[in-house]
Structure formats: C-alpha cells, structure tokens
C-alpha cells in the first residue's frame, strides 16, 4: 500500500520569506499527486495536483510544487509567503483507478507578519 | 449554491452511545468519503462509496458503518465499538473517475465523553 511522509509539521515564517514544504511518498507505480491546503474555518480545498507531463506544476494563489520522480517527492514552493497563507497543507497521492486518496499527516503553517 | 454540508458542525455524545453524522451534497458527484482527522495524523480513510447502495471500507473501518441509499447522502454512524471516537469528522465527494480531485464538507467535529 502506499503511503505518504511529510516531515515538516510545524513551520513558522515571516512574511515574503520564501516556503518549500516536503512530501515523499512510497510507492512503486504511477502515481497522482495532490497537495490540499485547510484555511482556517475553512473546508480542505485542492491547491494543485500532478497527473503526469510537465513535472512543475502551477497551483492557485502562486504555489507550486515539483514531482522529482527518482526521488519519490513532489515538493510545495511558494517565493513569497503572505500571512494569508497561514493554514495546514496536506500532500496527497493515489494510484491505479485514483478512487482512494492517501494522505500524509499534514504541515501547520503559520506565517507571521 | 452548490457543495457539501454536514450537520451539525458540534456533536457531542456520552459513551456507550452510537450517533449519526449527516453528509449531504448536491454536486452530483457518484463518489462521496468519509475521513477522520486526528491532530497529527492527517485525514484516514474510513469508509467510501462510488455508487448508490455499494460501499467499501477504508483503512480504519472499525467501529463505523455507513449506508448509501440515495446519491445525495452517505451517512456516518459511529457506534459505540469506537475506541476513541473523539474527533474531527469529514465527508467529501467527487466525479466518478475524477482521480483524486475530492471536494470536501466542513466537518462535524464529535465528542464523546
């Protein structure tokens, strides 16, 4: 079964600092990868998702995030964190018929003006 | 205004009881999900259903059932086989096919005392 790792669960930045949050995930297969991001009160929404071609892929509200497929990691960048972007984000993959999302354990972002 | 809701937002229970918990969407969506967030452990999977009256269980099925008659709900039970049935409950949907790209409700949080 796949699984997916994320190792940074508490980050702090200050505004305009620059952000790359880490996921990894096992499995050997093709994959779909997925990062999901929680505003506070808000409902868990998709932030940008990777199915296959261009490995940099383009989310909303200037994320972005890189599938690196020898290293079993599909990164989230954003150059410039605003305080808007305080929320939790959670990497997300699923393989085969893509019916079953697997999540990691999410990161808490806080960003501090 | 189409999306998902679950009701009530607080629940709260004594133990030893089972107790429901509603999702409705009017998305037309043919799959619908259910997950539990602890703080920590990101979102698991507990039960899923891709079409009216036929569902499967998810990683952590155990002390939960659910039913499907009707495309627009997917009720959650929580009985009292739970273990620790404390937490943070979410439903979500999605296109059949759709790989992964899941809309989510705005949870219903359960304490059980």
């Known amino acids: 079964a796949q699984s997916v790792s994320q190792h940074n669960h508490h980050v702090i930045l200050s505004e305009a600092a620059s952000l790359e949050l880490g996921c990894n995930y096992s499995y050997g297969g093709t994959v779909n990868l997925f990062w999901y991001v929680q505003y506070p009160g808000q409902h868990l929404q998709l932030l940008l998702k990777y199915f296959s071609g261009d490995p940099l892929v383009k989310g909303i509200k200037g994320f972005e995030a890189e599938f690196i497929k020898s290293k079993f990691s599909f990164n989230l960048r954003k150059p410039s964190v605003q305080w808007s972007d305080t929320a939790e984000y959670f990497c997300?993959?699923?393989?085969?018929?893509?019916?079953?999302?697997?999540f990691g354990t999410g990161t808490q972002l806080k960003v501090e003006l | 205004d189409g999306g998902i809701t679950q009701s009530p937002k607080y629940l709260f229970r004594k133990e030893g009881q089972n107790v429901t918990l509603s999702c409705e969407q009017n998305l037309n969506h043919d799959a619908m999900y259910w997950y539990r967030q602890d703080p920590g452990q990101g979102l698991r999977l507990i039960y899923y259903?891709?079409?009216?009256?036929?569902?499967q269980k998810g990683d952590i099925a155990e002390g939960y059932s659910v039913s499907r008659e009707k495309k627009e709900s997917f009720p959650l039970t929580v009985t009292s086989a739970q273990k620790n049935p404390t937490a943070f409950y979410l439903c979500?949907?999605?296109?059949?096919?759709?790989?992964?790209?899941?809309?989510f409700g705005p949870g219903t949080r359960l304490t059980v005392t």
């Open positions: 259903s891709q079409i009216v009256n036929d569902f």
């Open positions: 979500a949907s999605m296109v059949r096919g759709a790989t992964g790209e899941q809309y």
């Open positions: 997300a993959v699923t393989t085969g018929g893509g019916n079953k999302l697997t």
